[in-house]
């Protein structure tokens, strides 16, 4: 049974950092392309990263770009989302999905989504 659990999120003070982790099962990581995205009240669906399944590419959305950053540790199945200089515009759910097809770095094309992990941003 594929599934992606998220967990990591929280309450942090504006300029604070958090890491997000989304643990995958039933299915290896390399062989998904995984999306993290976010969603604050009110708004819709936003992304912020994409690792492709052929493993050669990373994409960066631009609210992503120069503050947040994708690691792996392929040993537990898990992919991270390090977020540096928090503001409180990030406040939102963030999600991480799982797409096996390799689709383009859109919320349709992600079959398999975790439930949500709240990240706070306090002024």
């Known amino acids: 049974q594929v599934q992606v659990v998220e967990s990591g999120g929280g309450l942090v003070q504006t300029g604070g950092s958090l890491r997000l982790s989304c643990a995958a099962s039933?299915?290896?990581?390399?062989?998904?392309?995984i999306g993290w995205f976010r969603q604050a009240p009110g708004k819709e669906r936003e992304v912020l990263s994409c690792?492709?399944?052929?493993?050669?590419?990373?994409y960066y959305a631009e609210a992503a770009k120069g503050r947040f950053s994708i690691s792996r540790d392929n040993a537990k199945n898990t992919e991270h989302l390090q977020m540096n200089s928090l503001k409180p515009e990030d406040t939102a759910v963030y999600y991480c999905?799982?797409?096996?097809?390799?689709?383009?770095?859109?919320?349709?094309?992600?079959?398999?989504w975790g439930q949500g992990t709240q990240v706070t941003v306090t002024s």
């Open positions: 039933g299915f290896t990581l390399d062989d998904y392309t």
């Open positions: 999905a799982a797409d096996p097809r390799g689709g383009p770095c859109i919320a349709q094309s992600f079959h398999y």
């Open positions: 690792f492709r399944r052929d493993g050669n590419s990373l």
